[in-house]
């Protein structure tokens, strides 16, 4: 697919690398990536072309459909990037909106560029001109002209909250110097001075037209916190200067002829944000509604939120009522409800008396009788009568389903699986394994929810909650989350699909149990707890978070890392080409879940190769392990690896884990390499038998 016709990319990277809110860099050209619903152009053929990535809405060539998933994201269906032979494309508009000449060092507007048409059109060898902007050029300074293009600066601010904005050269040097009033009328020019490149070495400077100095200054202070904030003076408090509104140029532009990327207004904004008598507390919550400087390229500037979800058999689904019914009930009765401008209103009357009252079926052949239970089903309190919607519920479905034996798939389901015996398998002399299942098809969603700026989501269990039933910060971790629709009434996500195949453990329970309860595993454990604790309790986060947290969650984490790493070994898969998913409920749950299951997870020819399913067998997969856990006894950085007794990495929640022995790529772990140790699984040198597969 392209990126505004002009950038090659693949499916998988408009998910993640490049997609909608992402900076995108290319050759001379830094873009951010558009909502999927931002109306396209090129596309005159549908009314809401702007709802399916430029595509017509009845007519999706890359619709992508999952009941079950469907139910829980409470969307319509998931729709794929376009394709190279799409006459739609994935849109990007220039971000940041400053260009800066490296000849002249004038500072240029991107918006006032794109408005000289005569200047910025293409004419040479083309059929039709197309400006610029059309063909995503670089742009040739209006100073110099010739062959000096501008090139994109490397400051912006970005907030917390999401919204993200070129850095305010002109507000900074202006108001900084006392100067409020010269803001927006002279000539800005970014020089690098000296031989370093310190930020101290970094000037700006604004002159008047005739070429006379304003005012200077040096960029030394703008990663610091307080350079946004000012409780005294208004016109030195960037929030105030702005009005409290910040962009998110993912909508787009207000309009074709505006020079401005769509804002919103930042909540709970007041100047000044906290008064000279507030405690640190106070001042620390209040500074976090300001944005920061951050560096374009910067690793904390865009956190793709994309959940994993495995495509099941219908016949797998345990609830009294069909998922599909489900579906069909809730969009018949939203629509209805707003029609009749009545929340409370009687659907089961509405159809006794009106629907029914000459058909016999309604919704994909469902009798009256079917229909009216299943409704009375849904409305009610019994549970198993409730569509699952929770992340916990949703790995637990996939559980259940993946021990299921005799499924009846339909022609296009993609699944297919061979439940093998534990007893075939031996694991570190251990007979902890219940049982194998060999996924021969399986078939993959990756749906993108979103994301976050500055830092990552803290809990993955956010992403199907909503507003009205969370509080405190909780609450406000849940608001970070970046919806990647530009209309909230657009009922779609952006998703790819992967058909490939895997593997699925299932240990022991009662095992796993009874090894937990060793003092000297918990004491080892703790450390990672308690590292895990504390950074929540720095925002202000329940306890109960960290419930979902054993030792046999790390210890079948890092085993399963440790697997990956020698399947890629055997089997040709490379390990950025094999993801995982942790099933591992708490020891206080009625249904426990302790699995892992490793299936491929690219999209392209390495996806397909069909060398996994034929590892799982005992023949195979004993020996594998064997190596795994080996090569896991020894690390290339030990003994500090190994030794490693007060946690690292980020919230300090690894233990002996590092890129030598167990780190995967990030898009194959599900957990973004935490909860991690070696210890856990093989022992460590103090207490050897404290390792599960000892």
């Given at each position: 697919m392209g990126i505004g016709k002009g950038q090659d990319i693949r499916t998988s990277q408009a998910l993640y690398t490049y997609a909608p809110g992402s900076i995108a860099d290319f050759p001379g050209l830094s873009l951010m990536i558009l909502s999927h619903d931002v109306p396209q152009d090129n596309n005159p053929s549908a009314k809401d072309r702007a709802k399916v990535w430029g595509e017509d809405k009845d007519k999706v060539p890359n619709k992508l459909e999952d009941v079950r998933l469907q139910?829980?994201?409470?969307?319509?269906?998931?729709?794929?990037?376009?394709?190279?032979?799409?006459?739609?494309?994935?849109?990007?508009?220039?971000?940041?909106?400053?260009?800066?000449?490296?000849?002249?060092?004038?500072?240029?507007?991107?918006?006032?560029?794109?408005?000289?048409?005569?200047?910025?059109?293409?004419?040479?060898?083309?059929?039709?001109?197309?400006?610029?902007?059309?063909?995503?050029?670089?742009?040739?300074?209006?100073?110099?002209?010739?062959?000096?293009?501008?090139?994109?600066?490397?400051?912006?601010i970005a907030t917390e909250d999401g919204h993200i904005d070129d850095f305010p050269f002109d507000w900074y040097l202006h108001s900084q110097r006392g100067k409020p009033e010269e803001i927006g009328k002279h000539n800005l020019f970014l020089y690098y001075t000296g031989a370093s490149a310190s930020l101290k070495d970094i000037k700006i400077q604004s002159k008047t037209k005739d070429g006379k100095n304003v005012c200077t200054i040096s960029l030394e202070r703008i990663f610091e916190n307080e350079t946004f904030v000012n409780i005294k003076d208004e016109t030195k408090d960037y929030l105030k200067y702005v009005?409290?509104?910040?962009?998110?140029?993912?909508?787009?532009?207000?309009?074709?002829?505006?020079?401005?990327?769509?804002?919103?207004?930042?909540?709970?904004?007041?100047?000044?944000?906290?008064?000279?008598?507030a405690d640190d507390e106070e001042k620390k919550n209040s500074i976090k509604k300001y944005p920061r400087t951050l560096q374009r390229g910067a690793g904390n500037l865009y956190f793709p939120i994309v959940y994993k979800g495995i495509s099941l058999p219908?016949?797998?689904?345990?609830?009294?009522?069909?998922?599909?019914?489900?579906?069909?009930?809730?969009?018949?009765?939203?629509?209805?409800?707003?029609i009749m401008n009545d929340d409370e209103y009687d659907i089961v009357n509405h159809l006794e008396t009106k629907i029914?009252?000459?058909?016999?079926?309604?919704?994909?052949?469902?009798?009256?009788?079917?229909?009216?239970?299943y409704i009375k089903l849904t409305n009610s309190k019994k549970e198993d009568s409730l569509i699952k919607f929770t992340i916990n519920q949703l790995r637990e479905q996939e559980y259940n389903c993946f021990l299921k034996d005799n499924l009846k798939i339909d022609k296009n389901e993609w699944y297919d699986s061979k439940i093998?015996?534990?007893?075939?398998?031996?694991?570190?002399?251990?007979?902890?394994?219940?049982?194998?299942?060999?996924?021969?098809?399986?078939?993959?969603?990756?749906?993108?929810?979103?994301?976050?700026?500055?830092?990552?989501?803290?809990?993955?269990?956010?992403?199907?909650?909503?507003?009205?039933?969370?509080?405190?910060?909780?609450?406000?971790?849940?608001?970070?989350?970046?919806?990647?629709?530009?209309?909230?009434?657009?009922?779609?996500l952006p998703a790819s699909e992967v058909k490939g195949e895997g593997i699925f453990i299932e240990f022991n329970s009662k095992e796993l149990l009874e090894w937990e309860k060793n003092p000297k595993v918990k004491e080892r454990f703790n450390i990672i707890l308690k590292n895990f604790n504390n950074y929540n309790h720095a925002f202000g986060i329940e306890e109960e978070?960290?419930?979902?947290?054993?030792?046999?969650?790390?210890?079948?984490?890092?085993?399963?890392?440790?697997?990956?790493?020698?399947?890629?070994?055997?089997?040709?898969?490379?390990?950025?080409?094999?993801?995982?998913?942790?099933?591992?409920?708490?020891?206080?749950?009625?249904?426990?879940?302790?699995?892992?299951?490793?299936?491929?997870?690219?999209?392209?020819?390495?996806?397909t190769l069909g060398g996994l399913v034929e590892k799982g067998s005992s023949l195979f997969l004993n020996s594998i392990v064997e190596k795994a856990l080996s090569k896991a006894k020894w690390c290339s950085s030990?003994?500090?690896?190994?030794?490693?007794?007060?946690?690292?990495?980020?919230?300090?929640?690894?233990?002996?884990?590092?890129?030598?022995?167990?780190?995967?790529?990030?898009?194959?772990?599900?957990?973004?390499?935490?909860?991690?140790?070696?210890?856990?699984?093989?022992?460590?040198?103090?207490?050897?038998?404290?390792?599960?597969?000892?």
């Open positions: 139910l829980a994201f409470d969307v319509d269906f998931f729709i794929s990037p376009p394709k190279n032979d799409s006459i739609a494309c994935v849109q990007a508009i220039r971000f940041p909106a400053i260009q800066r000449c490296d000849k002249c060092s004038r500072l240029w507007d991107t918006f006032m560029l794109e408005k000289d048409h005569n200047l910025y059109t293409d004419r040479s060898e083309k059929k039709v001109a197309l400006t610029y902007d059309e063909t995503f050029s670089a742009y040739k300074c209006p100073n110099c002209k010739k062959d000096n293009l501008l090139k994109p600066v490397r400051f912006v009005n409290g509104r910040m962009p998110k140029p993912w909508h787009g532009k207000r309009n074709n002829n505006n020079d401005e990327f769509k804002s919103e207004l930042i909540d709970d904004f007041i100047w000044p944000p906290f008064s000279e008598s219908r016949s797998s689904s345990k609830s009294d009522v069909p998922e599909e019914f489900t579906y069909t009930y809730n969009k018949f009765k939203n629509q209805l409800i707003e029914f009252k000459n058909e016999e079926s309604l919704w994909k052949g469902y009798s009256k009788n079917q229909t009216l239970n093998l015996n534990g007893n075939e398998y031996t694991f570190g002399n251990k007979k902890i394994v219940q049982k194998v299942v060999l996924l021969n098809k399986l078939r993959e969603l990756k749906i993108f929810k979103g994301f976050t700026r500055i830092k990552p989501l803290m809990f993955e269990d956010l992403i199907l909650e909503s507003k009205e039933g969370l509080t405190g910060r909780k609450k406000q971790e849940f608001a970070r989350i970046q919806d990647p629709r530009s209309d909230l009434k657009t009922n779609t978070d960290s419930s979902f947290l054993s030792p046999r969650y790390v210890a079948i984490h890092t085993f399963c890392h440790l697997l990956i790493n020698e399947l890629s070994i055997e089997c040709g898969y490379g390990s950025s080409s094999l993801s995982e998913i942790i099933y591992c409920s708490s020891s206080k749950s009625k249904n426990q879940m302790n699995g892992i299951l490793i299936y491929t997870s690219t999209s392209d020819s390495e996806g030990d003994p500090l690896c190994i030794d490693e007794k007060n946690g690292k990495g980020f919230m300090g929640v690894n233990l002996a884990s590092c890129h030598s022995c167990s780190l995967l790529s990030e898009t194959s772990c599900c957990n973004m390499n935490k909860f991690l140790d070696r210890g856990l699984v093989i022992g460590t040198l103090d207490n050897p038998g404290i390792g599960l597969f000892k």
